[in-house]
Structures are given as C-alpha cells and as structure tokens.
C-alpha cells in the first residue's frame, strides 16, 4: 500500500493523463468483451480496415469524458453521482460507435455498441470505485473512526457530508427505531445501542456524533444518559434552526451544550410581553457589559428600541457590547440609536444627568458584584456596588421619570449566608421601599424584581472551569459531593427578565422557574464522560480524571432557594411566579442605609455585619468576617499593641 503513495503525490496534471491512458486501455478492451459477447469473436478489430473506427472511438469518447467533467473528478472524494456521469458518458461513447459504423459502413452486430455501452460503464465506473477505496484504506490510519446517532435526514446529511472529509471514517448509524435496525442506509448498517459496545471495541471507535438537530432537549438528554457511559467523546451537530438560518453547517460538529445534559426545554416568549417596556422606547441597561447585561442588551436590540443606553464601568467590557450590538444592528438594519455610557452605578449625579439626557424610559438594573467568594473578601465594597449602587440608580430613575425598572436579584438573596445574597436581598428591600410610594402616585416608577439561580456560561460559572480543568487532564474541583444549584441559559433568563419586567404593577418579586436543582458532581462526571474520558475512582482507580473536593467556599450554601416564604402565585406566563416578600417601609430603610453608610466609611466591619444581621434579610452567615482589608488591619493591629 506504501508503493501506491507515490502516485497519489503525483501532480494533477499527470493523475490525469494516467487516467486518460487506463480509460483508453478500458474502451479497447470493452469493444473487444462486447463484440466477443455478441459473436465469439474479436478478429473484426484486429483487422487494418476497422483500426479507423476503433480509433474514432476512443478519441471522441475520451473528449466526451473531458466535457462532462470526468477528468476534473477527484477520486479521492467520488460520489455515487459521479457514476452516473460515467454511465452517461458510456452511453453518448456508445452512440458515438455506432455513428462511426453507420457512416464508415463496417459490418457490426446493431447490438454491439449497446453492449459495449454497459460494459464500458462497469469497467470506467468500477475502476474508479476501486481507486477512491485504494485512497480510503492508504490514507485509514488518520482518520478516527466514528459512529452517527440518529439515521433520520440529519444523519443521512452528515454521513454525506463526513464521506468527503478526511477526518472521520462512519462505521454504522445507531437508532432506536426499529424499523430501520439491520437495514442498510447509504451503505452503513443501522445497528441497535445494545450493540453499540461491541462496535466501538471492534473498530476502536473514538467518537459519536449525535445527528438529532430537531429533537427537543429532553428527548436529547435521555440519548445522551444512554451514550454517557460508552468510552467515547460525544460530539453533537448544530441545531436545526441554526442549520435552516444558514448561520452554521450540518457538518460543523461541535461540544454537546451543557444545556442538553439539563433536558429542560426553553419555552418560546411572548411577543407582546418582550415588546410592551421595550418598543420604540429609550431602554438603559446597567451593567451592560457584563454577562447577563450583555445578553439582556441582544435581546432588547431586537424589539427595536429608538434608544439603547448602554451604561457600564469596565471600559473593556463596554467597547466589547458596543462593538457587538452596532455589528448586530448593520447586520439586521435596525433603527435603533446605540448610546455607550462609561459610569459606576455609585455615582449617583452621573446616573441622573445620563437618564434625563436621552429621556430614559425603562432601566434594566444588572450591575452587581455577584462572585460570593469576591464579595466576602471586599465587603464594604460589595454593600456600596449592591446595596447603595441600586438605591442610586432607582432614586435618579424616580426623579428623571422613569416609567419602569426592573433590578435584576438573585438565589442567593434567600436566606442568605453570605455578603453578597444579603446585599442583593437589600437590594430588593429598597426597591420594595420606593415601590411602596411610588405606588401612590399615578405616574409613578413601577418597581419590580426578579430573581433566578445560575446561568449556564456567565463568567463565574463552573462550566467553563470545568472544560478547562479537562482540557488540562484534570482533577475537577468540585466544593462538596452534594452541592446542588439551579441552572438556566442566559438567552432564556434574559427573555424571561424582559417579559416580567412587563408584568410588574408595583414592588413585584418575580420568580422565574428553574426546573429542577442539579447535582455538580453528576454535572462533572457527565462532561468527563461526553470528552471520551472516565472518572478515576475507587471503582475505577486507572480513570483518566478524578473529581477532587475542595470543601465550601466562604458563604457558600450546599443548595439554593429561590422563595422566601409560601406565598407564590402563578401568572400569565408558565415560567414566572410572583411571591409577597417582607419588607420595610421607606423612612426604616432610610434610616438604616444611613448607619450602614456610616460604618462602611469607617470600616466598622462588626457593625456592618450587625446591621446586616438586624435587617429583616434572613442573614445567616457561615463564616467570620472575610474582609481581607479589615483582617489584614486586625493582623497589624495586634502586632502593634504587642509591641
């Protein structure tokens, strides 16, 4: 087989040639079969008279070849559609005999050139067959071998599209359809899951591809439990909706969305309620920047706004939004003013100008420190961000008339047990306090929040870490074996926001459903797995990679809640619950930001934490004081007085 590599290097040029001298070989030998066949005899040919005939033959069928392409084939990738070029070519060369006989007058059989017609299709149609798998089994060693889930027309297509690729090498199609078990489909078998093991042994398959674009992500999680186990990476095709838009390909294989292995399935938002705060209003988002800002930011640009205020105070994180959503704008031709607003939501003056300047009509309040760990290392500046950094930004929207603000909360903020929960459920306590005399006027602000848990890529996910730490062979870091959190997608958060933002009468905690809570070392087992890796365990102890845990970080619960209390009610849209939450009124909260300001200016860390303990937030704190500015001063301080 290595012998043949020195004729796969040749140039173009001289393939072609070869192939012009081999179909010559092939046109004699075909009129000589054909003529044997019909009178079993071949002396006709042999004879001088007849050699202008047969060199008439092969000339015009070698130029026929040359018309219809055949030489500019490359063997390499041939389809089976390229037979039929080949069989029409036989056909017109057939022809072509039969004319030279006619008006040259020699004495053949009529049925001569309809028989050498066929055989010269077998013979140049079958020569080339056997060249492409000569390339096939040389070239075998680079190419991974695979199995595609799925033999519907998603299957079928990438099958195709993979036959031209020299990366893969398909082995059969697996469904659970049993009408097509044990059939042939483009010249696979479709093959059982419970034969699927042996396959992958036999073959030494490295990979799955799951062809199933139109399946529901239920439907994907079931396929995926059943594949997790195999010792193969599984890799996935883009979604189907993706594939119609034109915006990816049926062969641009990709990880499989962490969002499959949850198999909840986002529910299609209501125009009427992603318009209502949106359309043909000046719309400011703070925190534009950031990774649910950023998100909220894409979703409102295509409800078309007149004005898009973009306020943010990364100047990194703004360049990258404006950038962003200008492009998607060109791309789409939306009318829609883009305005990029560097600024701190801790300055209040900025925020008042910026909203009376472009006449802000509804304020999307995303800015917050919500990485739990960083907050309870830098607690002053978590209250200011969080605690004072909403009051501002709802004061200046009362004042500059702001029809409606929607403050972006938290999981966390339910019987929290850390800084940042309790200073997003702060958060929430000062705009339940505005609401309650906003509510009074007949133009007033309308207030609302909403609350969710996790979302699925956002900087302080552990899902990038995870793919991270695999990538670099492991160990996975989980904080503890039973730590569970809600997950949701970013682009169905950020829907789900918009719509209950529309909803909001007046002081409303939204609450969106999350589905069910997820475990964090089945989430890492199960991305081991789908890498085509095991998990290295007791059970397993020669694993390619273990899960290692490194205890509860500060404030960190093992599970989340997302209500406070009982009193849910449902609303118009399936996904969003509303809950009655305590709160404080106006002139009490007032007075407790000042003597939280107070504290904070002096770095009272105790009295701090006592306020925050006095709140009525459910404050449980798991942990001391983590400030690292006030420890690292306790730490001076000691040695001091020592001295």
């Known amino acids: 087989m290595q012998r043949l590599n020195f004729i796969w290097q040749l140039s173009r040029l001289h393939k072609r040639v070869i192939s012009v001298l081999i179909d010559t070989l092939l046109i004699l030998f075909a009129l000589h079969i054909a003529l044997w066949t019909r009178v079993g005899d071949v002396k006709f040919l042999s004879d001088n008279d007849n050699l202008l005939l047969v060199?008439?033959?092969?000339?015009?069928?070698?130029?026929?070849?040359?018309?219809?392409?055949?030489?500019?084939?490359?063997?390499?990738?041939?389809?089976f559609q390229a037979l039929f070029v080949v069989t029409a070519g036989a056909i017109l060369s057939s022809v072509a005999l039969a004319l030279f006989a006619y008006y040259l007058q020699e004495p053949i059989p009529r049925t001569v050139p309809i028989i050498y017609g066929a055989y010269l299709a077998l013979l140049c149609g079958g020569s080339r067959l056997v060249v492409r798998n000569l390339v096939t089994t040389t070239s075998k060693d680079t190419r991974k071998e695979v199995l595609i889930y799925g033999a519907g027309s998603g299957g079928r297509q990438l099958a195709v599209a993979l036959r031209a690729s020299e990366n893969?090498?398909?082995?059969?199609?697996?469904?659970?359809?049993?009408?097509l078990t044990n059939t042939i489909i483009l010249g696979l078998p479709v093959i059982d899951l419970s034969k699927v093991g042996s396959l992958i042994e036999k073959h030494d398959v490295s990979k799955i591809l799951l062809a199933i674009p139109g399946a529901s992500r239920a439907r994907r999680k079931q396929v995926l439990d059943l594949l997790a186990p195999l010792p193969v990476e599984i890799q996935t095709v883009p979604d189907m909706a993706d594939i119609v838009s034109g915006k990816a390909k049926i062969d641009e294989l990709t990880?499989?969305?962490?969002?499959?292995?949850?198999?909840?399935?986002?529910?299609a938002p209501q125009q009427v309620l992603m318009e209502a705060n949106i359309k043909n209003k000046v719309v400011m988002v703070t925190g534009a920047g950031g990774s649910i800002g950023s998100e909220l930011c894409r979703q409102i640009l295509k409800q078309q706004p007149t004005v898009l205020v973009l306020f943010e105070v990364s100047e990194f994180g703004l360049y990258q939004i404006d950038r962003e959503l200008c492009l998607m704008k060109e791309n789409n031709g939306y009318d829609v003013e883009i305005v990029p607003l560097l600024g701190s939501v801790q300055r209040s003056h900025r925020l008042l100008t910026s909203m009376k300047s472009f006449g802000v009509q509804t304020v999307y309040h995303a800015a917050a420190?919500?990485?739990?760990?960083?907050?309870?290392?830098?607690?002053?500046?978590?209250?200011?961000?969080?605690?004072?950094?909403?009051?501002?930004?709802?004061k200046a929207?009362?004042?500059?008339?702001?029809?409606?603000?929607?403050?972006?909360?938290?999981?966390?903020?339910?019987?929290?047990?850390?800084?940042?929960?309790?200073?997003?459920?702060?958060?929430?306590?000062?705009?339940?306090?505005?609401?309650?005399?906003?509510?009074?006027?007949?133009?007033?602000?309308?207030?609302?929040?909403?609350?969710?848990?996790?979302?699925?890529?956002?900087?302080?996910?552990?899902?990038?870490?995870?793919?991270?730490?695999?990538?670099?062979?492991?160990?996975?870091?989980?904080?503890?074996?039973?730590?569970?959190?809600?997950?949701?997608?970013?682009?169905?958060?950020?829907?789900?926001?918009?719509?209950?933002?529309?909803?909001?009468?007046?002081?409303?905690?939204?609450?969106?459903?999350?589905?069910?809570?997820?475990?964090?070392?089945?989430?890492?087992?199960?991305?081991?797995?789908?890498?085509?890796?095991?998990?290295?365990?007791?059970?397993?102890?020669?694993?390619?990679?273990?899960?290692?845990?490194?205890?509860?970080?500060?404030?960190?619960?093992?599970?989340?809640?997302?209500?406070?209390?009982?009193?849910?009610?449902?609303?118009?849209?399936?996904r969003i619950m509303t809950a009655q939450e305590v709160f404080l009124p106006n002139d009490e909260y007032d007075a407790l930001l000042e003597s939280l300001d107070f504290a904070c200016h002096n770095l009272e860390h105790e009295t701090i934490r006592q306020l925050l303990l006095d709140a009525p937030t459910g404050f449980k704190p798991t942990?001391?004081?983590?400030?690292?500015?006030w420890n690292a001063s306790q730490v001076e301080q000691e040695i001091t007085e020592s001295r």
């Open 168 to 179: 893969y090498r398909i082995r059969a199609f697996i469904d659970k359809d049993e009408t």
């Open 397 to 574: 929207a009362i004042e500059a008339g702001v029809e409606s603000f929607v403050l972006i909360s938290t999981d966390k903020a339910v019987r929290p047990t850390n800084v940042m929960g309790t200073t997003k459920r702060m958060a929430e306590l000062g705009l339940q306090a505005l609401a309650q005399q906003e509510n009074l006027k007949s133009n007033g602000t309308r207030f609302c929040m909403v609350r969710f848990g996790n979302v699925l890529g956002s900087s302080g996910s552990v899902i990038p870490l995870f793919k991270k730490q695999i990538k670099a062979g492991g160990p996975l870091t989980v904080t503890h074996p039973d730590i569970t959190r809600f997950f949701m997608t970013i682009p169905e958060a950020a829907q789900l926001v918009i719509q209950a933002g529309a909803m909001g009468k007046g002081g409303d905690v939204f609450v969106l459903d999350m589905g069910e809570s997820v475990k964090i070392t089945d989430l890492a087992e199960n991305l081991i797995k789908l890498s085509g890796l095991s998990v290295k365990n007791d059970e397993n102890p020669h694993g390619d990679i273990d899960i290692q845990f490194s205890g509860l970080r500060p404030g960190e619960k093992l599970y989340e809640e997302l209500l406070i209390g009982d009193n849910v009610e449902r609303t118009a849209h399936e």
């Open 255 to 267: 990880d499989v969305p962490i969002e499959d292995l949850l198999g909840r399935d986002a529910v």
């Open 623 to 629: 942990d001391g004081i983590g400030d690292l500015v």
């Open 369 to 394: 420190y919500k990485h739990v760990p960083l907050v309870e290392y830098n607690v002053v500046e978590g209250v200011r961000n969080n605690v004072y950094g909403t009051y501002y930004t709802a």
């Open 55 to 79: 060199g008439l033959t092969i000339i015009s069928t070698v130029i026929i070849f040359t018309k219809i392409g055949l030489y500019r084939a490359v063997l390499r990738y041939l389809t």
